[in-house]
């Protein structure tokens, strides 16, 4: 029983969302490393990996599957909501998936073609979709993987769609009935949460 509150805090993932993930659209730049990145990132422990794994189940040629689960990673790191990605290393490559403004601003890419990025990921964002970066490196030297290098070479994104709960609008008005507002945390960007709210 509650006794008195003002604020409740709420997820959005899995909360306010159903939590199901497929993956909608892809933008890549060099299509085949972004599918070695997906695939050497993937650790599938949550519903972000479980989609992006789908989606390379459906769209990447079972040949090119087989060869891809064959490379060699020599060091992983663990995606953290506090670094806001993660890293495998392979004898050729470092592979990085991540927050797109994150990669985007230590990618060696121009201002203008940063901005032409940035401007697909509000725009996608703004329709509330999740949206996840793809960089990489040529592994050239003892490149520690736990710290995000500058000069990534930028490789694109990949958005995922999450469908929005129903019956949340009859919770959100007894909230506000009871003048208790409410606030939503999340790891997504702010815009996909925004986008997110208005559906509810």
């Known amino acids: 029983t509650l006794g008195s ?3 409740i805090c709420v997820d959005k993932t899995g909360t306010l969302t159903e939590g199901k993930m497929r993956v909608v ?3 890549f730049l060099d299509r085949e490393i972004a ?3 997906l695939i050497t990132t993937n650790n599938q422990v949550n519903a972000v990996d479980n989609a992006l794994f789908e989606w390379l189940d459906v769209n990447v040629s079972a040949r090119n599957l087989v060869d891809y689960h064959e490379i060699e990673i020599i060091e992983r790191k663990i995606f953290s909501s506090d670094d806001k990605f993660s890293a ?3 004898n050729e490559y470092i592979h990085i998936v991540g927050a797109p403004e994150l990669l985007l601003e230590k990618s060696s890419l121009s201002k203008k073609d940063q901005k032409q990025w940035l401007e697909l990921i509000e725009s996608e964002a703004s329709n509330g979709k999740r949206i996840v970066a793809l ?3 040529k592994n050239e030297s003892e490149q520690n993987i736990e710290e995000l290098p500058d000069n990534l070479n930028w490789n694109g994104l990949v958005f995922i769609e999450d469908p929005v709960r129903e019956g949340l609008e009859e ?8 003048g208790i507002d409410v606030k939503v945390i999340t790891g997504d960007i702010q815009t996909t949460a925004l986008a997110v709210m208005k559906q509810v």
């Open 5 to 7: 509150v003002d604020t």
């Open 171 to 178: 919770n959100f008005a007894a909230t506000a009935r009871a």
């Open 88 to 90: 495998a290393k392979t």
């Open 35 to 37: 599918e070695q990145t």
């Open 25 to 27: 659209k892809v933008e």
């Open 135 to 137: 960089a990489y490196l």
